[in-house]
């Protein structure tokens, strides 16, 4: 019998300057980049969260918290392949991911065939089993006047059970 379970995952970074811009582990040409201890990859850290969530194991921040500094500028890849080797210690495997990025700028859609091919080598799943979507805010708020991007995920995992 397989047990199955769903997480969600969100993550908010708001733009700096003087920084690359990381998503699903793929630069993007931006004027800006996200402000965090690691490289600020919003998309990983959804993901990352939605995974941990599923697996009953908590957040990102319980694992690599912002105060230890073996986790400043470190990749969220790296981070994502700790996540993945969490969850699977305790039985559970990805099945698929689906995420919806929501940034008025840059534009995203044109990066996903790179950003699913990073994602899904780390996650050891088909890029098909990875749903990447993007949206603005219309305008409004925060994201719509351009001062961060945020991501929202959705993993399920499974597990045989005993």
């Given at each position: ?26 630069t ?20 990352c ?43 559970w ?16 859609t ?53």
């Amino acid at each position: 019998m397989t047990e199955s379970r769903v997480g969600l995952g969100i993550d908010f970074h708001r733009f700096a300057e003087g920084r690359a811009l990381v998503i699903g582990g793929v630069t993007i040409p931006h004027a800006r980049g996200l402000l965090g201890h690691s490289d600020a990859d919003v998309l990983t850290h959804a993901i990352c969260d939605a995974l941990l969530g599923a697996a009953g194991l908590g957040d990102i921040g319980t694992h690599f918290p912002d105060t230890d500094e073996r986790y400043r500028g470190i990749s969220s890849l790296t981070l994502l392949k700790e996540v993945l080797s969490l969850i699977t210690s305790r039985g559970w495997y990805p099945i698929n991911i689906d995420a919806t990025l929501i940034a008025q700028e840059p534009k995203l859609t044109p990066h996903f065939k790179a950003m699913k091919d990073a994602l899904s080598e780390v996650l050891d799943l088909q890029p098909g089993s990875i749903g990447l979507k993007a949206t603005t805010s219309e305008g409004m708020g925060a994201i719509g006047r351009a001062e961060g991007i945020s991501a929202f995920c959705v993993a399920l995992v499974q597990r045989d059970s005993q």
